[in-house]
Antibody
Framework: QLQLHESGPGLVKPSETLSLTCTVSGVSIRSTNYYWAWIRQPPGKGLEWIASVYYSGSTYYNVSLMSRVSLFVDTSKNQMSLKLNSVTAADTAVYFC????????????????WGQGSLVTVSS | QSALTQPPSVSGSPGQSITISCTGTSSDIGGNNFVSWYQQHPGKAPKLMIYDVSDRPSGVSNRFSGSKSANTASLTISGLRAEDEAQYYCSAYIHSTTLVFGGGTRVTVL
């Protein structure tokens, strides 16, 4: 059964780097049919796509965040990770990882399933 | 890129049908059929309800249906039930290798 689980610190200080890991179980992260994505949701607000990564390392970023975001894939651990640097209070959110359907190179689609989410608070 | 536009809230009585709209542009909704809908209950992760405009994943009730006309996609819930009360989000692919979401619609069952 496919499951995704986010993990990482729940509290990050302003100007520091937010780091999260998504562990995939039940299926190989090396699947040619899927990307793996990060999405965030500030408290009481809507969803925002952050970035998507293919197992080969090809990555696509939300232009509003791309100067601060990096995604990595570790196929040996069946994990992907997110790093967001220079964080501010505006980065406080629940961060979700999800499997994303790959239609073709540079073309992606729906998200399913999602992890349960990891709340990250940016505060000193 | 701007988020897709959804009404903040929609309500209906049990058994009724409601429709949630999601308006975009020719660059997103109007440009392809990669439109999907997600249901999110409080404190839970979003759940895929509709993909490719009108397809339902296995296990999703056939009371949920999707459609699209020009730059606007729609989600219809028929035979409204108490458990349908949740937040609903649309999303679409943009040709600049970007995924965009709507602002979300709160569905209330009266």
């Amino acid at each position: 059964q496919l499951q995704l689980h986010e993990s990482g610190p729940g509290l990050v200080k302003p100007s520091e780097t937010l780091s999260l890991t998504c562990t995939v179980s039940g299926v190989s992260i090396r699947s040619t049919n899927y990307y793996w994505a990060w999405i965030r949701q500030p408290p009481g607000k809507g969803l925002e796509w952050i970035a998507s990564v293919y197992y080969s390392g090809s990555t696509y970023y939300n232009v509003s965040l791309m100067s601060r975001v990096s995604l990595f894939v570790d196929t040996s651990k069946n994990q992907m990770s997110l790093k967001l640097n220079s964080v501010t209070a505006a980065d406080t959110a629940v961060y979700f990882c999800a499997r994303q359907r790959r239609i073709a190179a540079q073309l992606f689609n729906w998200l399913d399933p999602w992890g349960q989410g990891s709340l990250v608070t940016v505060s000193s | 890129q701007s988020a897709l536009t959804q009404p903040p809230s929609v309500s209906g009585s049990p058994g009724q049908s409601i429709t949630i709209s999601c308006t975009g542009t020719s660059s997103d909704i109007g440009g392809n059929n990669f439109v999907s809908w997600y249901q999110q209950h409080p404190g839970k992760a979003p759940k895929l309800m509709i993909y490719d405009v009108s397809d339902r994943p296995s296990g999703v009730s056939n009371r949920f249906s999707g459609s699209k006309s020009a730059n606007t996609a729609s989600l219809t819930i028929s035979g409204l039930r108490a458990e349908d009360e949740a937040q609903y989000y649309c999303s679409a692919y943009i040709h600049s290798t970007t995924l965009v979401f709507g602002g979300g619609t709160r569905v209330t069952v009266l």
